[in-house]
């Protein structure tokens, strides 16, 4: 069974910190995306990326950044958090190829207070 | 630009019954794939059913089929003999066969399996 981590379940920060939201992979996938999820909106796409090193915008980039040195993790970063950035973050990886399902994290409910 | 709507924010259903949660979606693209997942109150995202655009006949995976109308731009779930456990967060997404895997979501219908 495919397997994707994120670090943390639940997430508490200040605002005006640097946050780093953390996700692993063991199925080889070279796709990974990070999406937010908020009430009534569904998921939005922040950042994917379709191989190491290589990153595309989503949706809704703004206030984050993406790093992904190596083909298991996938890092989002805020890089000065704020409370709107209050939202519960999902990491997915698949395969490459337009009918593969992708496979996501159990997310990371993030609070900025 | 993609556009997936789902009308119903939530419905009740009893045990036993079927249960179909509508969702239409808008493109110019000719090829294109949809899928379903499921999302419990744990939080988890879980793959149910994919349909692509050219396929012949109406996905189906279980209790979860596709109602997959192409000229009306719906492609419907259709969960048969509902159980408890299938109460959740129910997500449309359709993903263009040109965008590196990325996905359009729908805000989502929440289902309560009532006994």
């Known amino acids: 069974d495919v397997k994707v981590t994120q670090s943390s379940r639940y997430l508490v920060k200040r605002t005006g910190e640097k946050v780093f939201l953390e996700c692993v992979q063991d199925?080889?996938?070279?796709?990974m995306f990070w999406y937010r999820q908020d009430p009534g909106l569904g998921l939005r796409l922040i950042y994917f990326s379709y191989d190491v090193k290589m990153k595309e915008k989503g949706d809704i980039p703004e206030g984050y950044s993406v790093s992904r040195e190596k083909k298991e993790r996938f890092s989002l970063i805020l890089e000065s958090a704020s409370t709107n950035q209050t939202s519960m973050y999902l990491c997915?990886?698949?395969?490459?190829?337009?009918?593969?399902?992708?496979?996501f994290g159990d997310g990371t409910r993030l609070s900025i207070l | 630009a993609q556009k997936i709507t789902q009308t119903q924010p939530g419905m009740f259903v009893q045990e036993k019954e079927a249960v179909t949660l509508d969702c239409t979606y808008d493109t110019s693209d000719p090829s294109y794939g949809l899928f379903w997942y499921k999302q419990p109150s744990s939080g988890e995202m879980i793959f149910l059913i994919y349909?692509?655009?050219?396929?012949?006949q109406n996905a189906t995976e279980g209790r979860y089929s596709l109602n997959f109308q192409k000229a009306r731009k719906s492609a419907n779930l259709v969960i048969s003999a509902s159980q408890l456990g299938d109460s959740a967060m129910y997500f449309c997404a359709m993903i263009r066969t040109d965008s590196w895997g990325k996905l359009q979501f729908g805000a989502g219908t929440q289902v309560v399996v009532t006994p």
């Open positions: 199925m080889d996938h070279e796709n």
């Open positions: 997915a990886s698949s395969e490459r190829g337009s009918h593969q399902p992708q496979h």
């Open positions: 349909q692509g655009s050219y396929d012949q």
